[in-house]
Nanobody, 117 residues
């Protein structure tokens, strides 16, 4: 059983930055960040393999960077140039392999990000 605990969410204005962290009790080959806005489906923003192969979606490309510290079993999401449409609950997830669908084995409890205009 892998436990994931997110932190770093908060309220910022448009153009601001936040850095999310996800502390894991273990590490799977793939770690990812998803978001879920009220009334919308959960969707992936970024994922990274244990070897360091990282991908982000087009909607956050150039603004979000996913990274990890394998020694600390911690996943990060640096979020810059935030927009109001980035407002959502952000979840950390773990799985044996990476994909954009939300079929991940383990999930954190989420951390809220709110971007005001």
């Amino acid at each position: 059983q892998v436990q994931l605990v997110e932190s770093g969410g908060g309220s910022v204005q448009t153009g601001g930055s936040l850095r999310l962290s996800c502390a894991s009790s273990g590490y799977y080959n793939c770690m990812a960040w998803f978001r879920q806005a009220p009334g919308k489906e959960r969707e992936g923003d970024a994922y990274i393999t244990k070897a360091g192969t990282a991908r982000v979606t087009d909607s956050v490309k150039g603004r979000f960077i996913i990274s990890q510290d394998n020694a600390k079993n911690t996943l990060y999401l640096q979020m810059d140039s935030l927009k109001p449409e980035d407002t959502a609950m952000y979840y950390c997830a773990a799985a044996a392999y990476c994909r954009w669908s939300n079929e991940y084995l383990y999930w954190g409890q989420g951390t809220q990000v709110t971007v005001s205009s």
